[in-house]
């Protein structure tokens, strides 16, 4: 359906306008209408978009803390493995790896109708990132002569 619109221009425009007989001044118009609409809306995704980064950027954030602050109950080993995990393949061995009260955080572990465990993250893909830069990180400020007692293996499964 099609709304016919009035536009009321100056006469010195108006001449400018009777000039240029090749114009077709109601697609201008309309072309000029949906630019203004489309700025107007601009804001509205621009804010859209500032969302999804700032969950993005937090679940991140609880990831990376997320690693920090278990890391007491995470051996080497671990990290190195955690340093590879990604959402797709590594569900089983994150399980594997993490202590159950650890995994059960971030991990939802269902048996299906044929009896088999089905494993599905509660976190997204960022937070697993997260867990997995955090992890590389620890990893690059280990050093091999740490003394063995400082070194937690109470995970090397």
């Known amino acids: 359906m099609s709304r016919n619109i009035t536009v009321t221009v100056p006469d010195e425009l108006s001449e400018k ?6 114009v077709n001044w109601s697609g201008v118009t309309r072309e000029a209408i949906e630019k203004y609409i489309k700025g ?6 621009a804010y859209a978009i500032e969302k999804v ?7 991140f954030r ?7 602050d278990n890391i007491d109950e995470i051996s080497i080993p671990v990290l190195q493995e955690i340093c590879t995990a990604s959402r797709n393949n ?16 971030i991990l939802d572990i269902k ?5 088999v465990a089905d494993v599905y993250y509660t976190v997204s893909v960022n937070f697993i990132l997260g867990m997995s830069v955090a992890a590389e990180q ?6 091999d002569d740490i003394p063995k007692e400082f070194v937690k293996v109470s995970l090397g499964k």
């Open 62 to 68: 609880e990831g990376y803390d997320f690693i920090i």
């Open 17 to 22: 306008m009777n000039n240029m007989i090749d």
């Open 111 to 115: 048996d299906n109708d044929e009896g």
């Open 53 to 59: 980064k700032e969950k993005k950027d937090a679940d």
């Open 40 to 45: 107007r809306d601009l804001p509205i995704v």
């Open 138 to 143: 620890l990893l690059e400020n280990t050093s």
């Open 90 to 105: 590594h569900e089983h061995k994150l399980m594997m790896l993490l202590d159950e009260d650890i995994s059960e955080q």
